[in-house]
């Protein structure tokens, strides 16, 4: 079995890896979630979601603390991670390898054993110093993946939305998924 690991970070959108964990838990992927404090309160605010039942959607849920869990350890093989949400604190400690807990030190053994490191930032407007965090990240192999809204696939609703960023965000790690209508020359 794969494994994949989900970090959430504090910024507004957690519906977004509540969605990818949901994918992931009607597949064959073991996954392994770590979620920040204001994660927690963010869930609270933004979804009628309980903490607990977000955490239930993933197989191993890590302690945002603990820097010596298996995820911590590139010698523990997965095929990636993905950060969403991605807060800008969350970015700017990416970008500078600032391993002050569990989400930040997984990702930085995701780029350092050159796995797939997808990261879903949540600001805006973005400022110049976002702009450059992100381009750092990108430059260590990171890839970036705002939540853009889109039309070609003529959404009617908000989970829609949500739908086509989740298909996106797994097509950057190579999974096949129907949760979007896909382009084609006769959309």
Same mark, same amino acid.
């Given at each position: 079995?794969?494994?994949?690991?989900?970090?959430?970070?504090?910024?507004?959108?957690?519906?977004?890896?509540i969605r990818l964990?949901?994918?992931?838990?009607?597949?064959?992927?073991?996954?392994?979630?770590?979620?920040?404090?204001?994660?927690?309160?963010?869930?609270?605010?933004?979804t009628n979601w309980?903490?607990?039942?977000?955490?239930?959607?993933?197989?191993?849920?890590?302690?945002?603390?603990?820097?010596?869990?298996?995820?911590?350890?590139?010698?523990? +093989?997965? +095929?990636?991670?993905?950060?969403?949400? /991605?807060?800008?604190?969350?970015?700017?400690?990416?970008?500078?390898?600032?391993?002050?807990?569990?989400?930040?030190?997984?990702?930085?053994?995701?780029?350092?054993?050159?796995?797939?490191?997808?990261?879903?930032?949540?600001?805006?407007?973005?400022? /110049?110093?976002?702009?450059?965090?992100?381009?750092?990240?990108? +430059?260590?192999?990171?890839?970036?993946?705002?939540?853009f809204m889109t039309?070609?696939? +003529?959404?009617?609703?908000?989970?829609?939305?949500?739908?086509?960023?989740?298909?996106?965000?797994?097509? /950057?790690?190579?999974?096949?998924?129907?949760?979007?209508?896909?382009?084609?020359?006769?959309?």
């Amino acid at each position: 079995m794969e494994r994949i690991v989900v970090g959430m970070s504090g910024a507004s959108g957690a519906i977004l890896g509540i969605r990818l964990l949901q994918y992931f838990s009607d597949s064959d992927f073991e996954t392994h979630l770590v979620i920040s404090g204001s994660t927690v309160r963010t869930i609270e605010l933004e979804t009628n979601w309980h903490v607990e039942d977000v955490k239930k959607l993933a197989d191993v849920v890590h302690d945002f603390h603990d820097i010596g869990a298996s995820i911590a350890s590139g010698s523990f +093989r997965t +095929r990636g991670m993905a950060i969403i949400p /991605c807060s800008m604190k969350t970015m700017s400690a990416l970008a500078n390898s600032f391993n002050t807990n569990l989400l930040v030190r997984a990702a930085d053994v995701t780029l350092k054993e050159r796995r797939r490191l997808v990261v879903v930032p949540r600001e805006s407007p973005l400022h /110049c110093g976002h702009l450059d965090l992100m381009a750092k990240v990108e +430059r260590l192999r990171g890839m970036i993946v705002p939540p853009f809204m889109t039309f070609y696939h +003529r959404p009617d609703t908000l989970d829609d939305m949500i739908n086509h960023l989740v298909g996106k965000v797994l097509d /950057c790690f190579h999974i096949d998924n129907n949760l979007f209508k896909r382009w084609c020359e006769n959309n």
